[in-house]
């Protein structure tokens, strides 16, 4: 590590390159508004909670460029200085959690303040000048179907609460490309074949698919403009700095016929999309109209909220340009710049490295290199995306400059399935930050799907003012646990957590694709990283707490959560089985198929003991904004559809799959119950078992028909009652072995006398196996 140190600091000195943080001072771009303003704002949101409190906001309290906040207990009243309405926020649930022993999470919280107030005299300074937040994907896989008055307010204090001041603001796209295209010549008929529906937009506006599960009607738009307007307004008044949207270069195939002698470049297909979905053209970066359009799209989203400064743009993601070349991403990049530069003379551009990682053959060193140099030193920002199993600062040589955010990604779909590698997040972003002259001036969670792991998100953000990994993971978690169950009786379940489910610590990809959400197929591998019995002992522990102890909602959520976590596990054992048994007799195939299948059942059980691991929200929110008939069966394909096929004919099937209880009922367990059924049926007539065509029999009558069966209410009991009585089931079956630990490890550091070379990552796809 001190040889890569060196390195990279030779590199950076010879090379001239100085950091320039001009364009990212958060002593500018956070006080946007009045710290008055500020002020109110962050008492809107901790007089929730506490009333008996005087926060006072001053920007002149931002230490180097970072935020800060100052909390004491004067005369039983809590005081909270700080330099931003953010930094308010985020010390008062600094205050919460540390004194107070509550929790403010995604889905549960526990808030018990003590009277009298706890004492308190601390001041935290921030470790880095920025705390970003979402992936460009979250907005599909866990924002899309949210209200203006209800779920995203909500969310962006949750936001402030964690210090988050950098963040995508959710704008609404479609609503001014919509306007901009008419303006261009566009008929409705051609908008309407290019946009999405509204579960798949993230993937419309990186180019890669259009059409699937659209048209968009006129009332999302006007949903999405409001939307824009109120948490917008919002972010600003807390001191957030909201990431705008803009133009990529991608635009739609009418574009051919409005503009005959435009130069415009195939899209290379994503994910096996045909020509009907798959895909846009993208304009000759060298055109004129490149940067008319781009600025048009710029003006347009900013009009009536005006401009956090920094704005998101990903024109390569997971795609290819042909012809593909150094000149066409240099000119891509120069033509991306100039447009937000003209027309904000203090833009920023924030981009994903995912592009880079998803296929490092199309993007060798020095083609990064010239693309990143091409946008001059500060003006660019990176997410190096996946900080946490696949950093990428140094392959590129702290990004040859520009400045980066360490990120820990985690989940990928919003998939269920408890993991983690906490070792490492508690380890690497001390580590990185703390080097000579790195480019790093930030830390960020960017999970495409949330609601998943909290306890892996709580680490990750108090990276941002602790100054040093916490010393002891086991007892952090015992205090975690604490804080969001009310009782100190899981501390021990959470060691075995810690040592197990969040002990991960490879390259493998882990996309939440486990047998029992997986297509059915007998060529599955199943693997873990933990033995079993450390997760069965968690099980354990968990199940029997006593019901007076712990009754949170954030305990019972956690409770289905090991219990599930524990059936999943042991149905892979059980799926090891099936592979051995399907050759005996089928007495002895038929017997394991219904231990597996009974498995399912069981999860089915456990997980409709609570509204978290159902899909009742998921399917309700997308027809509550529906207006008419037409829409409420657009928005629930689009539901239904992502998170199952994912496109029309199962292009990314179980990618965003969800182990939620009615899923299971009408969904998982029916097609495993299907395939295993014509797989014995086989045997018993002594035939060969044609698997592909079992899977066509699947396809047809299980998961395309589920994108309208009727979903009915199951039923459900006490959720410490099952479950015990699945632990007692479960904890102990004799004639399962452990999954096979099948774990990539990280590759040595090479002898210091060795020139270094790079590493080339072994992504293939991110949506793929």
């Known amino acids: 590590?001190?040889?890569?140190?060196?390195?990279?600091?030779?590199?950076?000195?010879?090379?001239?390159?100085?950091?320039?943080?001009?364009?990212?001072?958060?002593?500018?771009?956070?006080?946007?508004?009045?710290?008055?303003?500020?002020q109110e704002a962050a008492l809107n949101i901790i007089n929730k909670y506490l009333s008996n409190v005087q926060v006072d906001i001053n920007p002149v309290m931002f230490n180097d460029h970072k935020d800060v906040f100052a909390l004491r207990n004067i005369n039983g009243q809590l005081q909270i200085r700080a330099s931003s309405g953010v930094a308010a926020v985020w010390g008062f649930n600094h205050y919460l959690k540390k004194y107070c022993k509550s929790q403010i999470s995604w889905q549960a919280q526990r808030v018990v303040i003590p009277d009298p107030l706890p004492d308190v005299d601390e001041i935290i300074v921030a470790n880095d000048r920025f705390r970003y937040y979402q992936n460009v994907c979250t907005s599909s896989y866990s924002f899309?179907?949210?209200?203006?008055?209800?779920e995203w307010p909500l969310h962006i204090e949750w936001m402030a609460l964690n210090g988050i001041n950098l963040a995508l603001a959710p704008v609404a796209q479609e609503a001014a490309w919509a306007k901009i295209y008419r303006r261009l010549g566009m008929s409705e008929n051609d908008i309407n074949e290019h946009f999405t529906g509204p579960g798949f937009l993230a993937w419309l506006r990186m180019g890669n698919v259009h059409g699937w599960g659209g048209p968009?009607?006129?009332?999302?738009?006007?949903?999405?403009?409001?939307?824009?307007?109120?948490?917008?307004?919002?972010?600003?008044?807390?001191?957030?700095?909201?990431?705008?949207?803009?133009?990529?270069?991608?635009?739609?195939?009418?574009?051919?016929?409005?503009?005959?002698?435009?130069?415009?470049?195939?899209?290379?297909?994503?994910?096996?999309?045909?020509?009907?979905?798959?895909?846009?053209?993208?304009?000759?970066?060298?055109?004129?109209?490149?940067?008319?359009?781009?600025?048009?799209?710029?003006?347009?989203?900013t009009a009536s909220t005006g401009t956090g400064n920094i704005y998101a743009v990903d024109p390569f993601n997971e795609i290819k340009i042909e012809p593909w070349s150094t000149s066409l991403v240099q000119e891509t990049a120069k033509s991306i710049y100039s447009t937000i530069s003209e027309i904000d003379k203090d833009a920023v551009w924030l981009l994903q490295n995912w592009m880079f990682v998803h296929n490092p053959l199309l993007w060798p060193l020095k083609r990064v290199q010239k693309f990143l140099t091409s946008v001059p030193n500060g003006r660019m920002l990176l997410l190096d995306l996946q900080s946490e199993q696949w950093p990428q600062f140094d392959l590129y040589e702290m990004y040859y400059g520009q400045p980066f955010?360490?990120?820990?990604?985690?989940?990928?779909?919003?998939?269920?399935?408890?993991?983690?590698?906490?070792?490492?997040?508690?380890?690497?972003?001390?580590?990185?930050?703390?080097?000579?002259?790195?480019?790093?001036?930030?830390?960020?969670?960017?999970?495409?799907?949330?609601?998943?792991?909290?306890?892996?998100?709580?680490?990750?953000?108090?990276?941002?003012?602790r100054t040093g990994p916490v010393k002891d993971l086991n007892e952090w978690v015992g205090d975690y646990a604490e804080r969001r169950y009310g009782c100190n009786v899981t501390a021990t379940a959470w060691r075995y957590l810690l040592k197990s489910v969040y002990s991960f610590d490879g390259l493998n990809r882990i996309r939440g694709k486990y047998v029992i959400t997986r297509r059915p197929s007998f060529t599955i591998k199943p693997w873990a990283w933990y033995k079993s019995r450390d997760l069965f002992e968690a099980f354990k522990l968990f199940a029997f707490v006593d019901s007076n102890a712990c009754d949170s909602p954030g305990f019972l959520h956690d409770l289905v959560d090991v219990t599930r976590q524990g059936?999943?596990?042991?149905?892979?054992?059980?799926?090891m089985n099936l592979l051995k048994d399907k050759s005996s007799n089928?007495?002895?195939?038929?017997?394991?198929?219904?231990?597996?299948?009974?498995?399912?059942?069981?999860?089915?059980?456990i997980l409709a003991t609570n509204t978290d691991f159902t899909i009742t929200n998921w399917l309700e929110s997308a027809k509550q904004i529906a207006s008419t008939t037409e829409e409420t069966y657009l928005y629930e394909l689009n539901a239904r559809n992502q998170i199952t096929l994912w496109g029309p004919k199962g292009e990314i099937t179980d990618y965003a799959c969800k182990q939620w209880a009615e899923v299971f009922h009408y969904y998982y367990k029916p097609r495993w119950s299907r395939f295993l059924q014509m797989a014995l049926d086989a045997k018993l007539r002594n035939e060969t078992f044609d698997e592909k065509n079992a899977q066509r029999v699947v396809r047809y009558s299980v998961e395309e028909q589920f994108l309208t069966v009727n979903i009915d209410p199951l039923p459900s009991n006490d959720s410490r009652i099952v479950a015990v009585s699945l632990y007692q089931k479960w904890a102990y079956v004799s004639d399962v072995d452990d999954l096979p630990l099948n774990i990539i490890k990280q590759m040595s550091q090479q002898d210091d006398s060795e020139e270094i070379t790079p590493l080339v990552t072994m992504w293939t796809s991110t949506t793929t196996d």
Request: glycine letters at 6%; charged letters at 20%; a neutral charge.
């Open 405 to 465: 955010i360490w990120c820990m990604l985690h989940n990928f779909g919003g998939t269920l399935g408890m993991f983690g590698n906490m070792q490492t997040i508690n380890r690497d972003v001390y580590k990185v930050r703390n080097r000579v002259n790195n480019t790093m001036i930030g830390i960020g969670i960017t999970p495409e799907g949330i609601n998943q792991n909290y306890v892996v998100y709580d680490l990750m953000l108090e990276s941002a003012w």
């Open 144 to 150: 899309v179907w949210w209200k203006p008055n209800s």
């Open 1 to 38: 590590m001190e040889l890569l140190c060196v390195f990279f600091v030779f590199n950076l000195i010879t090379c001239g390159i100085s950091l320039n943080l001009d364009y990212l001072d958060p002593v500018k771009l956070q006080t946007k508004t009045s710290a008055k303003v500020q």
């Open 567 to 575: 059936l999943q596990y042991r149905a892979e054992q059980l799926y």
């Open 586 to 605: 089928s007495l002895i195939f038929n017997f394991t198929i219904g231990r597996f299948l009974d498995t399912m059942n069981d999860m089915e059980s």
């Open 216 to 301: 968009l009607p006129k009332s999302w738009h006007d949903r999405q403009k409001e939307i824009q307007d109120q948490i917008v307004d919002l972010m600003f008044k807390l001191g957030m700095v909201p990431v705008f949207p803009a133009f990529n270069g991608h635009v739609p195939r009418a574009f051919q016929t409005i503009y005959p002698n435009l130069t415009l470049y195939s899209v290379g297909t994503w994910n096996k999309f045909d020509t009907d979905y798959c895909c846009n053209l993208f304009i000759d970066p060298k055109e004129p109209e490149f940067k008319t359009i781009g600025k048009m799209f710029l003006k347009e989203i």
